[in-house]
C-alpha cells in the first residue's frame, strides 16, 4: 500500500465547478466524494481558494449629480450617506468578527483532521512495511517455516491491533469531520445573515437614492415649464412688438394718405370754388345777354305794347 497521491488544484476546482453546475452544495466531504478521495486538508486548503475565486462583491453605486443641484442635495445626500455608511461598518465590524471566530475554529478543526490523516498514514505506512516483511518471512527457507509462522502470527496480533488503532482513528477522523462541516454550515449561515444585512443597507440607500432623483427630476421638470413660459413670454412680446410696429408703420401710412386726401379734398374744393365763381360769371353774363336780347325784341314791336309786354315779361 502506497501514499495516496494529493489531487491537484486545478482537478479540486474542476470538481467543485461541476457540483456547483448541478445546483449542489460544494463541501469538502462533496468534493472527496467526487474525487474518487483524497486528503481533506488538501480539499480545505483548495476550496477555501476556489471560494475566494468565485466572490462577488456588490458593485458601489454612483450616482451623477446635476451641477444645478448639487449643492441643495449634497446636504441630504451626505447624511443619507453617513448613516448608511455607519450601519454598514457596524455591520460589517461585526461580520468581520465572527467570520475571524469562525475561520480559527475552521483551522482548528483542520488542523485535527490534518493529524488524524498524517497518523492514519503513518499507521498504513507501518502495516505496509511489516506485510512486507511478512512477506519476505515467508519466502524464507522451510527450515525457518515454523519460527516465521511464530513471527507471522504475532505480527497478525500486531497488524489486527493496528487495524483496530486504525479503525478507531478513522471513527475519531469521521466525527471531526462532522464537527468541521457543522462549522461550516453555520459559518455559511452566518454569512448568509451578513449579506442579508447588507443588501438591506443597500436597499436602503437605493431607496433614499431614488427619492432625491425623483425630487430632482420635479425641480428639472419645473425648471422646463419655467423655461417653457418664459420662452413663450419673450415670443408673445416679440409678436406684440412686431404688431404695434406693423400698427405704428400702418398709421403713420394712414396719416400720410389722409394728409395727401386733404390736400387733394382742398386743392378740389379750390377748384370747385374757382369753377363755382366761373359758373356764376357765366350766369351773370348769359342773365345780361338775355336781358339785352329781351331788350332788342321790346323795342322791335310797334306802340309801348311791346314795352310793356317786355316788362311783364321781365
Known amino acids: 500500500m502506497g501514499r495516496k497521491a ?30 474518487g478521495g483524497g486528503s481533506l486538508t488538501t480539499i480545505y486548503r483548495h476550496l477555501e481558494v476556489w471560494e475566494e475565486t468565485r466572490k462577488t462583491l456588490p458593485a458601489p453605486v454612483s450616482i451623477p449629480m446635476p451641477d444645478a443641484v448639487k449643492l441643495a442635495f449634497d446636504q441630504s445626500w451626505q447624511a443619507a450617506a453617513t448613516e ?8 460589517r465590524e461585526k461580520a468581520e468578527a465572527e467570520i475571524k471566530a469562525a475561520n480559527r475554529r475552521l483551522e482548528e478543526a483542520v488542523a485535527a483532521i490534518g493529524q488524524l490523516e498524517n497518523e492514519q498514514q503513518a499507521d498504513a505506512d507501518r502495516l505496509e512495511a511489516l506485510e512486507t516483511i511478512l512477506a519476505g518471512e515467508r519466502e524464507t527457507s522451510h527450515q525457518a517455516m515454523s519460527d516465521a509462522a511464530a513471527r507471522q502470527a504475532g505480527l497478525a496480533a500486531t497488524v489486527d491491533q493496528m487495524r483496530n488503532q486504525i479503525e478507531g482513528l478513522k471513527g475519531d477522523l469521521s466525527a471531526a469531520r462532522r464537527e468541521a462541516e457543522a462549522e461550516r454550515k453555520r459559518y455559511a449561515v452566518e454569512i448568509d445573515h451578513v449579506r442579508g444585512q447588507l443588501s438591506q443597507a443597500q436597499i436602503k440607500i437605493e431607496e433614499i437614492s431614488t427619492r432625491e432623483r425623483a425630487k430632482i427630476e420635479e425641480a428639472a421638470k419645473a425648471r422646463a415649464e419655467t423655461a417653457g413660459l418664459i420662452e413663450a413670454l419673450a415670443e408673445l ?6 404688431i404695434v410696429n406693423k400698427l405704428t408703420t400702418n398709421k403713420q401710412a394712414i396719416a400720410a394718405e389722409l394728409s395727401e386726401t386733404r390736400k387733394e379734398a382742398r386743392t378740389l374744393s379750390e377748384k370747385l370754388g374757382k369753377a363755382s365763381g366761373t359758373a356764376d360769371a357765366l350766369r351773370a353774363q348769359v342773365a345780361e345777354q338775355q336781358a ?15 314795352t310793356s309786354t317786355g316788362e311783364k315779361k321781365k
Open 6 to 35: 494529493l489531487h491537484t488544484q486545478e482537478q479540486i476546482f474542476e470538481a467543485a465547478d461541476q457540483l456547483a453546475a448541478s445546483r449542489k452544495e460544494v463541501t469538502p466531504t462533496a468534493l472527496r466524494e467526487a474525487l
Open 237 to 242: 412680446k416679440k409678436r406684440s412688438g412686431e
Open 84 to 91: 448608511a455608511g455607519k450601519e454598514i461598518a457596524a455591520i
Open 292 to 306: 339785352t336780347i329781351r331788350d332788342l325784341s321790346g323795342r322791335r314791336e310797334p306802340g309801348g305794347e311791346g
